[in-house]
């Protein structure tokens, strides 16, 4: 499976819209595009998943750019609760393979 | 629906000791995987299983045995406890091998 990168850490402004984005130069055809966060300690939440058209449903939206190589997870109006470790994920075949994510802060 | 649920919340084991891990999954989900999460770290697949009675390794399996006899159920032994098995484990099932993965609230062990 494809490797991902993440920036470590982001913060946004509540009612903003974070943006988060996501390289995965070496994605093939057939691997999907994975979006989980993981608020505190709890089990990962799954958020959104897309191939290669741009996604959206009532928690974010996901922009996966033309070559596929990237990709950016909207959440539209961002929530002290959207505070947590977001992960990208590129699965192939059965697996998820969870990489370090990125901590998003919403600040007050 | 209870959706997925693991046993026991907390355990401490003694190292050497051995011990089951439960998981179980009301969604008639065919896959199911165990992940552990280390301190700041992402989660890290143990082992995962597309069905009943098929089993396969993730990235860090040594020390770790699973079985599938039913579809509902996903237990993870651990044969001979270590300290560096101490974790959060957490167990996870999806319908297929793509779309939706349902994660249960962790068991947090810690091997002394």
């Known amino acids: 499976d494809a490797k991902t990168t993440q920036p470590p850490s982001m913060d946004c402004a509540e009612g903003r819209a974070a943006n988060l984005p996501c390289n995965h130069s070496?994605?093939?055809?057939?691997?999907?595009v994975y979006w989980y966060r993981q608020i505190h300690s709890q089990g990962p939440q799954y958020i959104i998943h897309?191939?290669?058209n741009n996604e959206t449903n009532e928690m974010a939206s996901l922009i996966i750019t033309e070559d596929r190589k990237s990709s950016t997870l909207i959440l539209p109006h961002a929530t002290l609760r959207d505070t947590a470790v977001y992960y990208c994920?590129?699965?192939?075949?059965?697996?998820?393979?969870f990489g370090t994510g990125t901590r998003l802060t919403i600040i007050p | 629906n209870a959706g997925v649920t693991q046993t026991p919340k907390f355990q401490v084991l003694k190292t050497g000791q051995s011990m089951t891990l439960q998981c179980a999954q009301d969604?008639?989900?065919?896959?199911m995987s165990w992940y552990r999460q280390d301190p700041g770290m992402g989660l890290r697949l143990i082992h995962y299983?597309?069905?009943?009675?098929?089993?396969d390794q993730g990235e860090v399996p040594n020390g770790y045995n699973v079985s599938r006899s039913t579809t509902e159920d996903f237990p993870l032994r651990l044969l001979s406890a270590a300290p560096s098995q101490t974790s959060v484990y957490f167990c996870?099932?999806?319908?297929?091998?793509?779309?939706?993965?349902?994660f249960g609230p962790g068991t947090r062990l810690t091997v002394l």
């Open positions: 070496t994605i093939s055809g057939n691997e999907y």
């Open positions: 299983s597309v069905g009943a009675g098929i089993t």
């Open positions: 969604m008639n989900h065919e896959y």
């Open positions: 897309g191939l290669k």
């Open positions: 996870a099932s999806s319908y297929r091998g793509h779309g939706e993965q349902f």
């Open positions: 994920i590129v699965r192939g075949n059965k697996k998820l393979t």
